[in-house]
């Protein structure tokens, strides 16, 4: 038996006014093609298809085509769990049609546990999948009594009578941010103890956009396209292939439709380093260029864009910095560990370097309002 695993597709993503939707065609188009030659069996979507619980339209559009070019040009059986981005409602809705074209979708946790197991045999070879879509701590918890994780580990407990595989979209173990996920400290379960999920065969974890692996057979797949400059390294998908009851794991690189570069440069240097720049890709290649100045040049921009556009790319990002205003400490990587109030901190500081202490009143202000959120259920 064969099988993908890929994630965080965000259909529907911008970067800054830039439409992603050429790149996810590129990647829908090579995902196909590798259900095709790979002779894949079982296609899993860890969560975050979409960008926004309301996709545009195009971008539904997108991802149906894709299922019916799977159902039609495959025989491929497509599993998807929702994520956080993605409203478990919308992607349900048309279950009952997607069911004979072999596509299972879960949309919001059941209170039947049993709802969240699948056996299937294909090629003599038997697996049980247990598919948890994203959760918030009060649907484990409905009378709001009790403890969110001994909840979470009833629903992943089953005797087991074959490999048993997990499909998750949250945070579990300790993991590496690549820093364009939306925090989801909020739910009550901050990160899923590896030990809860060591028991399967394989896991396999949505939400967390740089691939990795966070325990033995854990792995994040990470997504499709880097979403913001920072994302450098290459982007991933997982192949599977149980034999005689025994993964093989084997990590796929995606091929990059489109570079996105980062210039550091300074008022001397910048013109060598865009000059430097390669890495050609299918669309035009993007650059966000952060300067050091002392003090505003005036038509320097201009210069810069120019010098892009001659390298066939354009200034997607332009982030000068002059070096007379104090730097501030940026802990991207350490964005999961912080509170809601810790970040809003942090973005006073940003926003009023020169500012004493945040005001009492704004503080209070703040926690009310994160209350409420945390209080609302249908918010995503
Ligand atoms: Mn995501």
Sequence with gaps: MRILHTSDWHLGKRLFKLDRSPEHARFLDWLLSNLIDKKIDLLLVAGDIF???????????????FLHRVSTETETQTLIIA??????????????ILVSH??????????????????????????????????????????????????????????????????????AGI??????????TLSGVDSIPTEVIEAFDYVALGHIHKPQKIAKNAYYSG????????????????????????????????????????????????????DGLANQSEFTPMVE???????PVMGLIDEIKEAISKKKMEL???????????KIERRHDRLFELSPLEVFQEFYKFKYPDAPEMPADLKNDFKELIQKVSNAPDQA
């Design 51 to 65: 960008d926004t619980p309301t996709p545009p339209h195009q971008s539904l559009e997108m991802f149906y085509e």
């Design 175 to 184: 993991f590496e941010a690549a820093g364009s996920e939306q925090v989801i």
């Design 316 to 326: 997607l990002s332009y982030l000068p910095n002059y070096s007379g205003s104090e």
């Design 102 to 171: 072999r596509v299972k979708v879960w949309g919001k946790l059941s209170a039947n546990q049993e709802d969240h197991w699948l056996k299937i045999n294909i090629k003599g070879e038997t697996l049980e999948i247990c598919a948890i879509p994203f959760f918030r701590s009060y649907e484990l918890l409905p009378n709001g009594e009790g403890d969110a994780l001994s909840v979470l580990k009833t629903y992943l407990s089953k005797p087991r009578t074959a490999p048993q595989l997990l499909m998750l979209h949250h945070l």
């Design 289 to 295: 260029i952060q300067l050091s100045l002392t003090q």
């Design 83 to 96: 994520g956080n981005h993605d409203s478990g409602l919308l992607l349900e809705a048309p279950s009952k």
């Design 223 to 274: 997504s499709p396209i880097p979403m913001r400059f920072s994302e450098t390294y290459p982007k991933s998908l997982m192949f599977l292939e149980l034999k005689k009851g025994i993964f093989e794991i084997e990590k796929i690189d995606i091929p990059l439709s489109r570079a996105l570069h980062i210039v550091k440069a300074d008022e001397a240097n910048w013109r060598m380093k865009i």
